[in-house]
């Protein structure tokens, strides 16, 4: 991971996907330290189309909440593989986030566990996906 050249607010991170790896540019500087973010396990959102930031290419979207200022990642409440599908269900994955899920911001935290209006995040065992934020923290 590396300060983008052309941003200051911006960080530019290499991530494993299990077995691809991707860049992903994240708008985090002014939230997390480098160290809070080096080797820890997040959730990206991937099926996006690629975006340029101040002229480098991200592919891939970080997902973060945040509250009253305060950010913290998005993560899996136990060590999962690199590249777990994650998706909405009830304790089993039924279906795949969608940018959409995002544009809404129909998600959210609740009880520790990452939220949509009808589900929550989880990987394909079922397992939640977390933040150690308040309640009604948003998910970008």
């Known amino acids: 991971m590396e300060d983008h050249p052309r941003a200051d607010k911006l960080y ?4 494993d996907l299990g077995g691809e790896h991707r ?3 994240a708008g985090l500087k002014n939230y997390l330290r480098r160290e809070d973010l080096l080797n ?3 959730v990206v959102v991937i099926n996006l189309k690629y975006a340029k930031l101040r002229g480098l290419e991200s592919q891939g979207m970080l997902l973060a909440a945040e509250k009253d200022e305060k950010v913290v990642i998005i993560h899996q409440e136990t060590f999962k593989t690199p ?3 994650v998706g909405i269900g009830y304790g089993k994955l039924k279906k795949k986030v969608e940018i959409e899920d995002l544009e809404k911001e129909n998600l959210y935290i609740e009880g520790g566990k990452a939220r949509v209006v009808k589900g929550f995040l989880v990987t394909e065992d079922g397992t939640p996906i977390v933040a ?3 309640d009604g923290a948003k998910i970008k």
């Open 12 to 15: 530019v991170m290499k991530i």
């Open 23 to 25: 860049q992903i540019i």
């Open 40 to 42: 820890k396990e997040i």
């Open 83 to 85: 590249g777990t599908r």
């Open 132 to 134: 150690e934020i308040e």
